[in-house]
Structures are given as structure tokens and as C-alpha cells.
């Protein structure tokens, strides 16, 4: 368990890093921030590249529009019921309930600065790399985009913090 990853290991790193997909499995962003505080050294980096939260919010099986599923305001009690298909298998229908968090940006970025961490970066990106939703389009990149038909939304953010010295 990544929260509870000071009680196995003691180093401090140069670099922290968290990937696509982590943040709506924590029930507690602000315990995420203070591991990843306690684990860099002193003017050490962190950078996350993570699904944007508010594309979080349509619903992922909608065909060709999106459409509104899940409140963004939730903060910090934003459970979402999640018993749909995923995108790893569209075809796969859970047995069991899951839940996810949908942690807005504020609550990612003020868990860090509560964590002592100081932003250094912030982008906001309109592609992903994996078929969020069924409507979108790859490109020759590799790249996944929403159709021109489709309102565009950010798709991914990085966010880049430091450790004060």
C-alpha cells in the first residue's frame, strides 16, 4: 500500500513520480502527498503525469457525446460507483461494486503544498494515451483525441513540485 510505504522502506530519492491512473484508487490524497514529501530529499522533484479528473465526470461508455455522470465537487468524500466495463476490456461487467475517488485539482495540489511541497509546473493536455472514451480517435502519434465533433476537455495534466532545500 503506497500510503503506507514510510513504514517498509527508508530511503529519500531524487525523484518521486506518480503515473497515469493512481490518484482514484487513494481514499487519502493528503496521506499520498506527505509519502511522497517524506521519501524526497531536499530539493528533490516530484512529478505526476495522471488521468485530468475532470474528464472523470462523463460517462466512459457515452458513443458519441459526453455526458455528464459524475459530480467534480465531491471533494474528498467523491466516491463514484464505478460497475462498468473498463478500459482494458470493454466487454468486461465487474460482479462486484467498485469505487473510485475523483479527486479535483485542488485537492491534488493542495495536498502537496500541504505537504511542504512548492509547484514548480502545471499542463493540461486534450489527448491521452490509452481510449478513454469509445468516440475517440488515435493518432499517427499513438495518441488518443476526441473527435472534432466533441466539445474538447483536457484529457491528462502533469504537475511538477518540489522539496525545499
Known amino acids: 500500500d503506497v500510503l503506507e510505504l514510510d513504514r517498509a522502506l527508508q530511503q529519500k530519492f531524487d525523484i518521486v513520480f506518480t503515473s497515469h491512473g493512481v490518484l482514484e484508487w487513494l481514499d487519502d490524497v493528503d496521506q499520498w502527498a506527505r509519502v511522497i514529501a517524506h521519501f524526497l530529499k531536499p530539493g528533490g522533484t516530484f512529478f ?10 462523463f460517462d466512459e461508455m457515452g458513443q458519441k457525446e459526453l455526458r455528464v455522470a459524475h459530480s467534480y465537487c465531491a471533494s474528498r468524500s467523491g466516491l463514484r460507483n464505478f460497475n462498468r466495463s473498463d478500459y482494458t476490456d470493454r466487454n468486461y461487467i465487474p460482479t462486484n461494486p467498485r469505487k473510485k475517488m475523483l479527486w479535483p485539482l485542488s485537492d491534488i495540489i493542495q495536498s502537496l503544498l500541504d505537504a511542504g511541497l512548492v509547484v514548480a509546473g502545471f499542463q493540461e493536455y486534450g489527448y491521452t494515451t490509452y481510449q478513454h472514451f469509445p468516440m475517440m480517435i488515435k493518432g499517427t502519434d499513438g495518441l488518443w483525441r476526441l473527435p472534432d465533433s466533441v466539445p474538447q476537455i483536457p484529457l491528462l495534466f502533469s504537475l511538477k513540485a518540489r522539496k525545499l532545500e
Open 48 to 57: 505526476i503525469a495522471e488521468i485530468h479528473p475532470f474528464c472523470l465526470i
